[in-house]
């Protein structure tokens, strides 16, 4: 039979089959729910088994090269494992050589492309709708709501933008699994208490009146430069975000109204919709999605910007709208329409739409790209939290793999990452790239592809030990030049800020006050790029591999920044010994990083030893008093969102070889805590040589998960690598 999910998305997964296939038969869908099973009460997270069936199918053989031997059963059993776990994690290789997977995770994505879709009359294929509505029932919690994100509690967020996406894509009100949503929507107090963003697409479907959404002051982009507040300060995710917003919000743009949207508007609503007191509803917010207060700075200026509405001047507004139309579209060109992320694809798409029609080349441009957001797991089909992570998954992937010599087994695979990191790393700046606040990028990395080209400084970091590391290895002919480390050297310098850290894409632009206009009531600290330990830890690292390859380049400006970043870190380690992860789960993820950037600068002499020592000595013993007693480590994402360390029921394999490498890099003296994780690591691996998809990954903005379906190889391989390079 055709299965149309059988494809196999690659790092541009516009695929002619899948978007060529006119109709989906019931016994079709029938058919996918019996071939891959999928549960929620049993685990929310897809094991991304679509993709993996069809590359193991296509490219699975057991390995049959070399063996190394080793000195006793127990060592041989880590080589025997190493190799089973790579061998199985190369036949996912994508030819260009990446890692394709699952990076689906919050659930306010899929439904804002849906909303694009429908207001712009630009449906999907008969196929891809039937795909989105299993995902979108696959993830209802079993009190009828939905999260933020796939395993979170029920929020007014997710059970409303989820609800409204199933009936656009046509599923009767009388569906049971729609009665018990609206039950849920209607017993916490109506859809009034979404969240702004959930405001802004009621607004946009005619749903909420933009009465009842606070002002996004458009006129703002014509503040003086030098302004703390001017929006080219924000962290670029924000600013990215809040640019089409507001110009969607100074059109006013809204669906005309349809029976659908008559039938909505009392479906979602505990009062009558015409008689909703809109200006009240402004900060209404049902109590479960409350994470992050309205600063009383904001609601005083939110008086002010709401008030303006009624005194604006008519030529400033057009101004400042046409300012925003021109930005956005400069966004559009220098990503090749892909944008830096999934939601302005989505709110720039309905830009683009009001501005130029549905027939306009350049909307034409972005609906090509959303397929690029799309992916297919057994949970259904899903956008994306990027438009991948392709590019920091091959450098961890590659940095795992050569870890110990077993990584030599496999040149091929190797030979493959280099080429996409090769093609990877970015070699041109954009002629508009100082017009739009872009920091520069040439030799930097990106952390998805070269397409969507925002470079990223931990990214960069990692690409940069990615090629280092297979130089090393002498497997292939090195085509990444002086020149070019050198420019990502020059990048990885320029991007830290004036506290010793480095932070994401951007350097900090703004005081941490600004934070407290954060008009989100959903994340945590969105409005500045901050210094991360991670990041910082990444660029540190990454400089000090480049000291001992390069002793002669900038060696004093390099001294220093590692020296400021190595206090940075430990500035950041709390009392406990731990460090706090800003972008996965979570303290064990951050702690990997600070140990392993003080290890390494350890031996340079550049702060007190005994500092160091002292603060490795409190992350291992941090370490150490978590490890369960199965050996391994687990963390839940509330570590993430509580900012304590919060235990999983069971151990993690993730965490776990996040926690073994944070002590073997530390060469932690007591073996038998290392070996028990070690053990725990080779009974999780399956016949194949996988491990098991357990709990979410990543994070972001402390509150919004996301899925990194290559973490449960990529970290268990490099742990296994590690202690094979150490210990056997
Ligand atoms: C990412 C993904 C990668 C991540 C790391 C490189 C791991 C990190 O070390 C630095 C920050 C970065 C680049 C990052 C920032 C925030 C992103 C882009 C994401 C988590 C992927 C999705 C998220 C983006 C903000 C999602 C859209 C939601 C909004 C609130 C705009």
Not at 328 to 356: C, F, K, M, R
Not at 488 to 504: E, K
Not at 586 to 602: L, Q
Not at 690 to 705: A, K, L, R
Request: charged share 20%; net charge negative; aromatic share 14%.
């Amino acid at each position: 039979g055709r299965h149309i999910w059988a494809c196999k998305p690659g790092s541009n997964p516009i695929d002619e089959h899948l978007q060529n296939v006119e109709n989906i038969t019931a016994e079709e869908i029938a058919q996918f729910s019996t071939d891959f099973r999928f549960d929620k009460s049993s685990n929310p997270n897809s094991a991304d088994k679509v993709f993996r069936h069809a590359a193991i199918n296509a490219n699975f053989k057991p390995y049959s090269g070399q063996m190394p031997q080793a000195e006793n059963p127990e060592q041989q059993a880590v080589i025997d494992a190493l190799i089973k776990g790579i061998n199985y994690f190369s036949c996912l290789q994508n030819d260009d050589g990446h890692w394709p997977g699952d990076y689906g995770g919050p659930l306010f994505l899929l439904p804002g492309l849906l909303i694009a879709a429908y207001i712009s009359d630009t449906p999907f294929p008969k196929p891809h709708q039937e795909m989105m509505k299993i995902y979108l029932f696959n993830h209802q919690n079993k009190d009828g709501g939905w999260g933020m994100h796939i395993e979170g509690e029920s929020t007014m967020f997710g059970t409303v933008m989820q609800y409204v996406s199933l009936r656009i894509l046509g599923v009767d009100k009388s569906h049971q699994q729609l009665v018990k949503a609206r039950a849920w929507i209607k017993s916490h107090g109506g859809a009034t208490g979404i969240p702004s963003w959930g405001k802004f697409y009621l607004a946009i479907l005619n749903l909420f009146d933009w009465e009842g959404f606070n002002s996004l002051f458009p006129e703002m982009w014509l503040f003086p430069k030098w302004l703390p507040v001017h929006p080219w300060r924000y962290w670029c995710h924000s600013r990215m975000v809040y640019l089409p917003m507001a110009y969607c919000y100074a059109q006013r743009i809204q669906m005309p109204e349809n029976e659908l949207i008559l039938s909505l508007r009392e479906e979602i609503f505990n009062e009558d919709f015409a008689a909703i007191d809109w200006p009240k509803q402004r900060n209404a917010l049902c109590e479960k999605d409350a994470y992050t207060k309205l600063s009383p700075v904001l609601k005083w200026m939110n008086l002010f910007t709401n008030n303006y509405e009624k005194f604006k001047c008519n030529w400033l507004r057009k101004k400042a709208t046409d300012y925003i139309l021109k930005y956005l579209q400069a966004e559009d060109e220098q990503t090749n329409y892909i944008n830096i992320g999934p939601v302005n694809q989505v709110i720039n798409s309905i830009s683009i739409w009001h501005a130029y029609g549905k027939n306009s080349k350049q909307f034409k441009q972005h609906v090509a790209r959303w397929y690029d957001y799309l992916w297919v797991a057994e949970d259904g089909m899903k956008m994306k939290g990027y438009n991948g992570s392709q590019l920091w998954d091959t450098a961890f992937a590659t940095r795992a793999i050569l870890e110990s010599e077993v990584g030599k087994l496999f040149p091929a695979t190797i030979a493959k990452s280099y080429q996409f990191i090769d093609l990877s790393q970015i070699k041109a700046e954009h002629a508009t790239h100082a017009e739009f606040f872009r920091h520069p990028m040439i030799g930097s990395w990106p952390f998805s592809t070269t397409e969507n080209g925002w470079p990223v400084a931990d990214c960069t970091a990692e690409g940069l030990s990615a090629t280092l590391a297979v130089h090393h290895s002498g497997l292939v002919k090195p085509v990444i030049d002086e020149p070019r480390i050198k420019q990502a050297v020059d990048i990885i310098l320029s991007y830290q800020n004036t506290d010793g850290g480095w932070p994401t894409y951007e350097l900090k632009r703004a005081p941490k006050w600004l934070e407290k206009l954060n008009p989100s009531e959903v994340f945590a600290d969105i409005m500045v790029d901050y210094s991360w330990t991670e990041c910082t830890a990444a660029c540190v690292i990454s400089l000090l591999e480049i000291q001992e390859i390069f002793p002669g380049y900038k060696a004093s400006e390099i001294r220093k920044a590692i020296t400021s970043g190595i206090g940075f870190i430990l500035k950041q380690q709390k009392p406990d010994g731990s460090w706090y992860g800003g972008w996965a789960v979570c303290f064990t993820y951050a702690t990997w990083f600070g140990v392993e950037a003080i290890c390494k600068a350890k031996a340079k002499a550049y702060v007190d030893d005994a500092i160091l020592t002292d603060s490795l000595n409190k992350a291992c013993a941090f370490l150490v008093a978590k490890q369960k007693v199965d050996g391994g480590w687990g963390e839940t994402f509330e570590s993430c969102s509580k900012q304590v360390y919060s235990e999983a029921v069971t151990s993690q394999v993730v965490n776990t070889a996040w926690a073994l490498l944070a002590l073997m890099s530390a060469d932690f003296a007591d073996k038998k805590i290392i070996e028990s994780g070690v053990k725990l690591l080779l009974n999780r691996q399956t016949d194949i040589g996988d491990w098991p998809q357990e709990n979410i990954s990543g994070v972001f903005n402390y509150n919004c998960m996301i899925t990194y379906a290559n973490y449960r190889n990529i970290f268990p391989i490099w742990a296994l690598s590690r202690y094979c390079n150490q210990y056997v």
